[in-house]
């Protein structure tokens, strides 16, 4: 079981975990360990979590949210499996506190009189300038 927060606990039908060879360098223990870990919760099922924080974790995870409603983390950060276990479920945690927190909702405000005269001589100001950059006339 994973614990999340005071409210929230995952089960252990909810989550599941993969060992796969690491790559990068490492030498001849790269070849021979599997300490890479991809862990797979199975989100869209899991009663721990309301409709809304199920919307923004999707949200959250982006690509790895799978089409069956699954969100899949990997880790192959340590030469430890142990190590990487405890990454990723830190990892996992970690996003669905993010998703807990819901947006504020923004309120459209209106710019003031004041700054609506100061873009206007600001944009009158610039013309001018720009306007002064013409050609020299001979005659004059």
Sequence with gaps: ??????????????????????????GQNVNKVSSAVELRFEAERSPSLTAPVKVRLKR???RRWTLDGALILQ????RSQARNRDIVRQRL???IRKS????????????TLGSKKRRLKAKKVRG????????VDPDD
């Design 60 to 62: 959250l995870a982006g």
């Design 100 to 111: 807990l927190v819901a947006p504020k909702r923004r309120i459209a405000t209106r710019p």
């Design 128 to 135: 001018e300038v720009k306007n002064m950059r013409g050609r």
């Design 1 to 26: 079981m994973v614990r999340i927060n005071d409210d929230i606990t995952l089960h252990d039908w909810e989550l599941s975990e993969s060992f796969v060879r690491a790559s990068g360098p490492g």
């Design 93 to 95: 945690a970690e996003l």
């Design 75 to 78: 880790c192959d950060e340590t």
